[in-house]
């Protein structure tokens, strides 16, 4: 209607020019078959023919969202319409693979996978999820599977205006997914006005199985390694069904690359912590590699290998920088890029980096944490708790969050009853709160309550970057209150709770801070300084400078445990006047700081402003 009447309107316009060129006179026969052929270009103009594998639909107020605004597009969850519960996979593989194909497209703002999810089975309105994710088109689909026979519906929709800007219908068999997938990313472009260069094109045209089957168990591998809990029996069963794959098609390069992912988390979260496991990542990420050099996710699984496996930053980054060349908009990339370079210290570099993941995954709670967590290492600390409650407003049960905005007040002020209202507000059940629990009422004095909330925890409480037996946090505050026999027995229980631990995985910095705190609460002094020494090495052997902060606070704890004032204070002098979870508040607050109160360094150090 809108292009009828545009046209008509230039009908109108000519024949005024007319009008003008010849003195006002009356329209003649020909001028009015003029303006009639003109309509009727337009009317023609809206038609659109249909396609094979299915009826496409006309576009309806196309021009009221100008081509720049459409080229940003959120690709909502396809709802699976297959008879088979079971097959639900199927629709989310599809649903990752286009994701995947529009993000590598460099004319594209693609939002990311995580924050789409959160709207699988939404009730709000096409308008609003464009608002909240900040952009002018969505698009929306249906996946159904019965055997090998495929139905996939999609439409294109202006946010603004609720106008299709582009809809199809596609019936096929399996082997027809790979070119549905395509024509429905082909089609997006054009309607979109998106500029694809000759390598996106090959790209987006290239099938990345013959083998049906092998692609059937990807798609089910690739949503098991997805799965946000990664727990050892998903992970398990992720590598299980890539396996499956790889032996059906052992050219299958996607395969490959979620295979190395699945065997890269079950060693980074020690599932299994051996070189074995490391060999296995390395392996299969080479092998995507070999298969199709210029694939980004192929240079992503290699760059994985290479910061997870190896700890060599250097070239992580460039194996991640050269995949971004070819995903320019891939929020998991961008942010990868950036722990990276959290790792090597470039504080400034990985903040912009989470900055610009977020700006193309809003809703994604993990970024937020980890963005958070960054800001609180800067001492950012209102950033920090922004982002905090923005975490707790996506993910409520989330504990990281309240631990991060607890800790940046605490760490600006000293805030202890801002502390305390916040883990009142949490489940007590939560794992880490414990430790939070303990420490608060450690730093508030309060030596009975830290008891009772330490025998209330779990016998180990493993968080990411510290490993607490409870005998760690009953010895403390029994010590505290001066009962020196029984804080002997629970320390002498922490020492073998680590001594079994470290049975397992002796390059586990976590085990050797435990193991140096009991040493030092039992009056091993000695034993205490080697295994704070021990975890310094270990830490510095990874070139990690985010955790070698954390470890250089812990180290310095057990040292002002032991009595070695200069040792301690030295690390603390570097401590806060480099980025550091440290604040001159806490140093003030927290008792296991006590023995160095009397140094006038120390002193200093608590005075001076956050």
Same mark, same amino acid.
């Given at each position: 209607?809108?292009?009828?009447?545009?046209?008509?309107?230039?009908?109108?316009?000519?024949?005024?020019?007319?009008?003008g060129?010849?003195?006002?006179?009356?329209?003649?026969?020909?001028?009015?078959?003029?303006?009639?052929?003109l309509f009727?270009?337009?009317?023609?103009?809206?038609?659109?023919?249909?396609?094979?594998?299915?009826?496409?639909?006309?576009?309806?107020n196309?021009?009221?969202?100008t081509?720049?605004?459409?080229r940003?597009i959120?690709?909502?969850?396809?709802?699976?319409?297959?008879?088979?519960?079971?097959n639900?996979?199927?629709?989310? *593989?599809?649903?990752?693979?286009?994701?995947?194909?529009?993000?590598g497209?460099?004319?594209?703002?693609?939002?990311?996978?995580?924050?789409?999810?959160?709207?699988?089975?939404?009730?709000?309105?096409?308008?609003?999820?464009?608002?909240?994710? *900040?952009?002018?088109?969505?698009l929306?689909?249906?996946?159904?599977?019965?055997g090998?026979?495929?139905?996939?519906?999609?439409?294109?929709?202006?946010?603004?205006?609720?106008?299709h800007?582009?809809?199809?219908?596609?019936?096929?068999?399996?082997?027809?997914?790979?070119?549905?997938?395509?024509?429905?990313?082909?089609?997006?472009?054009?309607?979109?006005?998106?500029?694809l260069?000759?390598?996106?094109?090959?790209?987006?045209?290239?099938?990345?199985?013959?083998?049906?089957?092998?692609?059937d168990?990807?798609?089910?591998?690739?949503?098991?390694?997805?799965?946000?809990?990664?727990?050892?029996?998903?992970?398990?069963?992720?590598?299980?069904?890539l396996?499956?794959?790889?032996?059906?098609?052992?050219?299958?390069?996607?395969?490959?690359?979620?295979?190395?992912?699945?065997?890269?988390?079950?060693?980074?979260?020690?599932?299994d912590?051996?070189?074995?496991?490391?060999?296995?990542?390395?392996?299969?990420?080479?092998?995507?590699?070999?298969?199709?050099?210029?694939?980004p996710?192929?240079?992503?699984?290699?760059?994985?290998?290479?910061?997870w496996?190896?700890?060599?930053?250097?070239?992580?980054?460039?194996?991640?920088?050269?995949?971004?060349?070819?995903?320019?908009?891939?929020?998991?990339?961008?942010?990868a890029?950036?722990y990276?370079?959290?790792?090597?210290?470039?504080y400034?570099?990985?903040?912009?980096?989470?900055e610009?993941?977020?700006?193309?995954d809003?809703?994604?709670?993990?970024?937020?944490?980890?963005?958070?967590?960054?800001?609180?290492r800067?001492?950012?600390?209102?950033?920090?708790?922004?982002?905090?409650?923005?975490?707790?407003?996506?993910?409520?049960?989330?504990?990281?969050?309240?631990?991060?905005?607890?800790?940046?007040h605490?760490?600006?002020?000293?805030?202890?009853?801002?502390?305390?209202?916040?883990?009142?507000?949490?489940?007590?059940?939560?794992?880490?709160?414990?430790?939070?629990?303990?420490?608060?009422?450690?730093?508030?004095?309060?030596?009975?309550?830290a008891?009772?909330?330490?025998d209330?925890?779990?016998?180990?409480?493993?968080?990411?970057?510290?490993?607490y037996?409870?005998?760690?946090?009953?010895?403390?505050?029994?010590?505290?209150?001066?009962?020196?026999?029984?804080?002997?027995?629970?320390?002498?229980?922490?020492?073998?709770?680590a001594?079994s631990?470290?049975?397992?995985?002796?390059?586990?910095?976590?085990?050797?801070?435990?193991? *140096?705190r009991a040493?030092?609460?039992?009056g091993?002094?000695d034993?205490?300084?080697k295994?704070?020494?021990?975890a310094?090495?270990?830490?510095?052997?990874?070139?990690?400078?985010?955790?070698?902060?954390?470890?250089a606070?812990?180290?310095?704890?057990?040292?002002?445990?032991i009595?070695?004032?200069?040792g301690?204070i030295?690390?603390?002098?570097?401590?806060i006047?480099?980025?550091?979870d440290?604040s001159?508040?806490i140093?003030?607050?927290?008792?296991?700081w006590?023995?160095?109160?009397?140094?006038?360094?120390?002193?200093?150090l608590?005075?001076?402003?956050?």
């Amino acid at each position: 209607m809108v292009v009828v009447l545009g046209v008509g309107f230039v009908a109108i316009l000519v024949l005024a020019w007319f009008h003008g060129e010849r003195g006002q006179q009356k329209a003649s026969g020909i001028e009015l078959l003029m303006l009639a052929a003109l309509f009727i270009i337009a009317a023609i103009g809206v038609t659109v023919v249909s396609r094979k594998g299915g009826a496409e639909q006309p576009v309806a107020n196309a021009a009221l969202s100008t081509p720049a605004e459409r080229r940003s597009i959120a690709v909502l969850p396809f709802a699976s319409l297959s008879a088979d519960p079971e097959n639900g996979y199927f629709a989310e *593989g599809i649903h990752n693979e286009l994701l995947t194909q529009l993000a590598g497209l460099s004319d594209l703002k693609v939002i990311s996978r995580t924050s789409v999810m959160a709207y699988a089975n939404t009730q709000k309105t096409v308008r609003d999820i464009a608002m909240e994710l *900040g952009v002018a088109t969505v698009l929306q689909g249906t996946v159904q599977k019965s055997g090998t026979k495929v139905r996939v519906q999609a439409q294109l929709i202006d946010a603004k205006t609720d106008d299709h800007l582009w809809a199809q219908t596609y019936n096929g068999e399996l082997t027809d997914v790979f070119e549905m997938q395509t024509d429905i990313a082909r089609q997006i472009t054009g309607a979109l006005d998106a500029t694809l260069t000759d390598a996106e094109q090959t790209r987006i045209a290239q099938r990345p199985t013959e083998n049906a089957e092998a692609y059937d168990l990807y798609l089910q591998g690739r949503e098991y390694g997805l799965k946000s809990d990664h727990s050892l029996e998903n992970l398990r069963e992720s590598q299980r069904l890539l396996e499956q794959a790889t032996k059906l098609d052992p050219e299958f390069t996607l395969a490959y690359v979620w295979l190395a992912e699945a065997h890269g988390w079950m060693h980074w979260l020690s599932f299994d912590p051996t070189s074995a496991r490391k060999e296995m990542q390395r392996r299969a990420a080479e092998r995507a590699l070999e298969l199709q050099p210029e694939l980004p996710d192929a240079r992503r699984a290699v760059g994985l290998y290479h910061y997870w496996a190896r700890r060599d930053y250097e070239r992580a980054l460039e194996e991640y920088q050269i995949a971004l060349r070819g995903a320019p908009n891939d929020a998991d990339l961008i942010s990868a890029i950036a722990y990276v370079q959290r790792r090597q210290g470039k504080y400034s570099e990985a903040i912009a980096g989470l900055e610009r993941a977020l700006a193309l995954d809003p809703r994604n709670a993990r970024v937020h944490y980890q963005l958070s967590g960054t800001y609180l290492r800067v001492r950012r600390y209102a950033d920090a708790a922004r982002e905090a409650d923005r975490v707790r407003l996506l993910e409520p049960g989330y504990y990281g969050s309240t631990s991060v905005k607890l800790f940046s007040h605490l760490a600006l002020d000293g805030s202890l009853d801002t502390m305390r209202t916040l883990l009142n507000r949490t489940d007590r059940e939560e794992e880490e709160s414990h430790a939070d629990r303990v420490r608060l009422e450690m730093m508030s004095r309060d030596f009975k309550a830290a008891l009772r909330e330490a025998d209330a925890a779990a016998p180990v409480l493993s968080l990411y970057a510290d490993w607490y037996p409870r005998g760690l946090l009953i010895g403390q505050a029994r010590a505290a209150l001066g009962d020196i026999a029984g804080a002997r027995i629970a320390f002498e229980s922490a020492r073998a709770a680590a001594d079994s631990a470290l049975r397992v995985n002796e390059a586990d910095p976590r085990l050797h801070i435990a193991r *140096g705190r009991a040493y030092a609460g039992l009056g091993r002094f000695d034993d205490a300084r080697k295994e704070a020494r021990r975890a310094g090495e270990l830490i510095a052997a990874t070139k990690d400078r985010y955790l070698e902060a954390y470890y250089a606070t812990n180290r310095a704890e057990i040292l002002a445990q032991i009595g070695d004032v200069d040792g301690a204070i030295e690390l603390l002098e570097r401590l806060i006047r480099e980025p550091s979870d440290l604040s001159p508040a806490i140093l003030r607050l927290d008792p296991v700081w006590d023995p160095l109160r009397k140094d006038a360094r120390f002193q200093r150090l608590a005075a001076a402003a956050p």
